[in-house]
Nanobody, 121 residues
């Protein structure tokens, strides 16, 4: 089995910073890509940032220049450094990873349970 566990969420004031972490564990042959998504109750889950094994990144326009995604391939981990946080960044943040469990299997998407980020004064 594969498990993704996020950490680092919490309450922060507008303009503040937080760093989210996510570690993948279990039967893992390789991780193709990792990323962060977020969801506000009643709205669709949206992409925040993704990063490939080689380090190529994509960001939602709303977070460009404020969020930085990084990963540690040796630790099967992905991070999201968030600065200049705004109230509209408030959401549950989910870790995502496309993981191959064996060399002959295609990659499958796995999700963490989410971590709540609240930006409020």
């Amino acid at each position: 089995q594969v498990q993704l566990v996020e950490s680092g969420g919490g309450l922060v004031q507008p303009g503040g910073s937080l760093r989210l972490s996510c570690a993948a564990s279990g039967t893992i042959f390789s991780i193709v890509a990792m990323g962060w998504y977020r969801q506000v109750p009643g709205k669709q889950r949206e992409l925040v940032a993704t990063i490939t094994t080689g380090g190529s990144t994509t960001y939602a326009d709303s977070v460009k220049g404020r969020f930085t995604i990084s990963r540690d391939n040796a630790k099967n981990s992905v991070y999201l450094q968030m600065i200049s946080l705004k109230p509209e960044d408030t959401a549950i943040y989910y870790c995502n990873a496309n993981i191959r469990k064996t060399w002959y299997e295609r990659g499958m998407d796995y999700w963490g349970k989410g971590t709540l980020v609240t930006v409020s004064s």
